[in-house]
């Protein structure tokens, strides 16, 4: 009980990290009539604050290598301007389909399909292009859920058997199938094969960088976050394959055993300030998500 003043702070602060209070906004209660059961892989590999924060850096970093994908970020929404608020809506959109109400995670699902409608336009190459593609679709999809189950794979569960890996897969399908995104893979080979067909179509220019620049310097709050969230952005340039790490300019290999070191202590330190057990992987059903 001695710990615990300490532990409500740092759960606040990460609370306040994700949720604009000004907004109303709050932690997501997880709820039984979500659209993943209690039992599912989802609800365990999603919950992880670190690991989720990680996959989502390295996920980021492989979407905005599709020209398309990268012009719709750049002409259709303010992250320049708002980089933290875009990263707390993307957190958001996870936690609230993972953990919320069934009714709740069907409700944004639509509002992010009407959104898409209002997306499209040409990019400097003078193709045309459209949120609702649906292979624009999948690959946001592909690269967003294959960094998180990575990043959980590495920091929280290296061991986890390849049956729970294509589960996973399987699971975060009925996600990519409400925002019509095909082809949908439904296993790690389904993933790896899905995202090794559309390297052709990726590239790089002065945006790409920009954007890179900017998820990297991005700052979140007091020091302390700031600290944390450095080891974090590292660890999720980290995850990146060689190939997109070359297509980003980055350096073929970086200090992974001092950055792995340091993720692996802030994972541990914050799932023992939400749950009491550095090792604990699968959250109490009562608790709230980030």
Do not use: C
């Amino acid at each position: 009980m001695i710990f615990e003043p300490a532990k409500a702070r740092i759960r606040q602060r990460i609370a306040d990290v994700f949720n604009d209070a000004s907004r109303g906004e709050r932690p997501v209660l997880r709820r039984a009539d979500a659209l993943f059961p209690p039992d599912s892989v989802a609800w365990e590999v999603n919950g992880d604050v670190v690991t989720m924060m990680i996959g989502g850096v390295s996920g980021l970093l492989l979407q905005m290598l599709h020209p398309a994908v990268l012009a719709g970020v750049w002409d259709h929404s303010d992250f320049r301007a708002d980089m933290h608020g875009r990263l707390r809506r993307t957190a958001k959109f996870i936690a609230t389909t993972t953990y919320a109400s069934a009714d709740d995670g069907r409700a944004l699902l639509d509002r992010v399909n009407h959104i898409h409608t209002h997306i499209k336009g040409v990019l400097p190459s003078g193709v045309a292009y459209d949120a609702t593609d649906p292979a624009l679709l999948a690959w946001v999809h592909v690269t967003e859920v294959k960094s998180f189950l990575d990043a959980w794979i590495r920091y929280a569960e290296p061991d986890m058997p390849p049956a729970g890996q294509d589960r996973y897969f399987d699971e975060m399908a009925r996600i990519a199938e409400a925002l019509g995104a095909d082809p949908i893979p439904r296993t790690r080979a389904d993933a790896e094969a899905l995202i090794r067909s559309m390297r052709p179509q990726l590239g790089v220019d002065d945006r790409t960088r920009e954007v890179a620049r900017m998820v990297l310097g991005q700052r979140l709050g007091s020091p302390a976050i700031d600290a944390a969230s450095g080891v974090i952005m590292q660890a999720g340039l980290d995850m990146l394959p060689d190939w997109a790490r070359r297509m980003h300019g980055l350096p073929p290999s970086l200090p992974t055993p001092l950055v792995r070191a340091g993720a692996r202590s802030t994972a541990r330190f914050l799932r023992w300030a939400f749950d009491g057990s550095p090792n604990r992987r699968v959250h109490p059903k009562d608790v709230t998500s980030f």
